[in-house]
């Protein structure tokens, strides 16, 4: 299953990816949130419910955690820039760091706004993830299994 989000969605999805990495095969975000180190944890407490919940949903803590379930494949794109450069720039600084394999590119606009304009990139992105994931026999349709 592919996964694509945009700012607090990209969050989300490598949220998701993170804590699932069984059921989600790829994931695409542009201009994730909340990637750096901000000063809003009192009022993100007070969004979760209580600091408990909180970490339960700290997209650094479970990349950090589940980060060996993330080695091997390529299976993260890591897009856009816009107004969340900071965040951009400490994502890729922690995959790098959790040796995490992605893509990161900076080829979508650099506003951060929705509209459709990252969507085309981040699509791309994610395809370009799925077809490195599946073997060139499979791609090309000789599974080598013999009909019958």
Same mark, same amino acid.
């Given at each position: 299953?592919?996964?694509? %989000?945009?700012?607090?969605?990209?969050?989300?999805? !490598?949220?998701l990816l993170? &804590?699932?990495? /069984? #059921?989600?095969?790829?994931? $695409?975000?542009?201009?994730? $949130?909340? !990637?750096?180190?901000?000063? +809003?944890?009192? +009022? #993100?407490?007070?969004?979760? %419910? $209580?600091?408990?919940?909180? /970490?339960?949903? @700290?997209?650094? *803590?479970? !990349? =950090?955690?589940?980060? /060996?379930?993330?080695?091997?494949?390529? *299976?993260?794109?890591?897009?856009?820039?816009?107004? #969340?450069?900071?965040?951009?720039?400490?994502? &890729?600084?922690?995959? +790098?760091? !959790? @040796?995490?394999?992605? /893509?990161?590119?900076?080829?979508?606009?650099?506003?951060?706004?929705?509209?459709?304009a990252w969507?085309?990139?981040?699509?791309? =992105?994610?395809?370009?993830?799925?077809?490195?994931?599946?073997?060139?026999?499979? &791609?090309?349709? *000789?599974? %080598?299994?013999?009909?019958?």
């Amino acid at each position: 299953m592919h996964l694509l %989000g945009f700012s607090k969605g990209g969050f989300a999805v !490598l949220n998701l990816l993170a &804590r699932h990495p /069984d #059921l989600f095969g790829v994931a $695409s975000v542009w201009d994730a $949130s909340l !990637l750096a180190d901000r000063p +809003q944890r009192p +009022q #993100l407490v007070g969004v979760a %419910g $209580s600091a408990a919940r909180l /970490d339960e949903y @700290d997209v650094r *803590r479970n !990349l =950090r955690r589940h980060a /060996d379930a993330l080695r091997g494949a390529r *299976r993260i794109a890591l897009g856009g820039v816009g107004t #969340l450069g900071a965040d951009w720039i400490a994502g &890729r600084r922690l995959l +790098q760091r !959790l @040796d995490v394999p992605h /893509d990161a590119y900076r080829d979508a606009p650099a506003v951060h706004r929705w509209d459709g304009a990252w969507i085309g990139p981040a699509v791309e =992105r994610i395809l370009a993830l799925e077809a490195a994931l599946v073997p060139a026999d499979v &791609r090309e349709g *000789r599974s %080598g299994r013999v009909k019958g």
